[in-house]
């Protein structure tokens, strides 16, 4: 039996625990909200001491269940990923050309650094003009970015859907090219009507068995994530 000294001692000391247990539940509370998993607090009824808390929810499990909704979200962004694949058809010369040099290069002569140029060519679902339909235009600015003798063009374009499937919509690319018959690599940085607030990657690559002199043709995969 504790002597009387004792009893109240115990007894002074128990409105102290209350209190500090009060402090305690609303970051408790906080951290059910956090954690999954919920951990009770131990009831120790013959003892006068404080019971001890356990944590909220072991830092292992924490890490699993991150990991675990990382790697759901990865799978769906790559379930979400769209292929779009177009042709694009750029006239060089002649009256209906649809690419030019808008601004020489101020240094003069042969120099091409600060040239600008427009684009606005032809967007078909096929490399031949005769059986293709027209999907809509490939529209930009280019401006000759290199100081030296590499070629580096950095072109802003709008894909321009007037027809088909994706008719309504455009896709903003944005790049810079170092050599016109390899695979060029732009970053899709936006879009508008179906394709509000996407991103994604657009690989060009030049056609040279349906090109001719004056007429390239260029296969456009759009890489969207929609």
């Known amino acids: 039996m504790p002597s009387q000294s004792n009893?109240?001692?115990?007894?002074?000391?128990?409105?102290?625990?209350?209190?500090?247990?009060?402090?305690?539940?609303?970051?408790?509370?906080?951290?059910?909200c956090i954690a999954t998993t919920i951990h009770t607090l131990p009831q120790q009824r013959h003892s006068s001491r404080r019971p001890a808390m356990t944590a909220p929810s072991s830092p292992l499990l924490m890490l699993a269940l991150l990991l675990l909704t990382s790697s759901a979200c990865t799978s769906a962004k790559a379930d979400d990923l769209k292929l779009i694949r177009v042709y694009m058809h750029e006239t060089l010369s002649g009256p209906n050309a649809t690419v030019l040099s808008s601004v020489q290069s101020p240094l003069g002569g042969n120099a091409t650094f600060g040239q600008m140029g427009v684009l606005d060519n032809e967007l078909r679902d096929?490399?031949?003009?005769?059986?293709?339909?027209?999907?809509?235009r490939f529209q930009g600015l280019f401006a000759m970015?290199?100081?030296g003798r590499a070629l580096s063009i950095l072109s802003a374009v709008n894909v321009v859907f007037t027809a088909g499937e994706?008719?309504?919509?455009?896709?903003?690319?944005l790049g810079t090219i170092h050599d016109l018959r390899a695979t060029v690599e732009r970053t899709i940085v936006g879009g508008t009507g179906a394709f509000r607030m996407v991103r994604g990657y657009g690989l060009i690559d030049y056609v040279p068995e349906a090109s001719t002199p004056g007429h390239d043709v260029y296969r456009v995969d759009l890489f969207v994530v929609v």
């Open 166 to 173: 994706h008719r309504g919509s455009t896709l903003a690319m």
């Open 145 to 147: 970015t290199g100081s």
């Open 7 to 32: 009893q109240s001692d115990a007894s002074a000391v128990k409105p102290t625990n209350r209190m500090n247990l009060a402090r305690q539940i609303p970051s408790l509370g906080r951290a059910r």
């Open 126 to 136: 096929g490399p031949r003009r005769g059986g293709s339909s027209e999907l809509g």
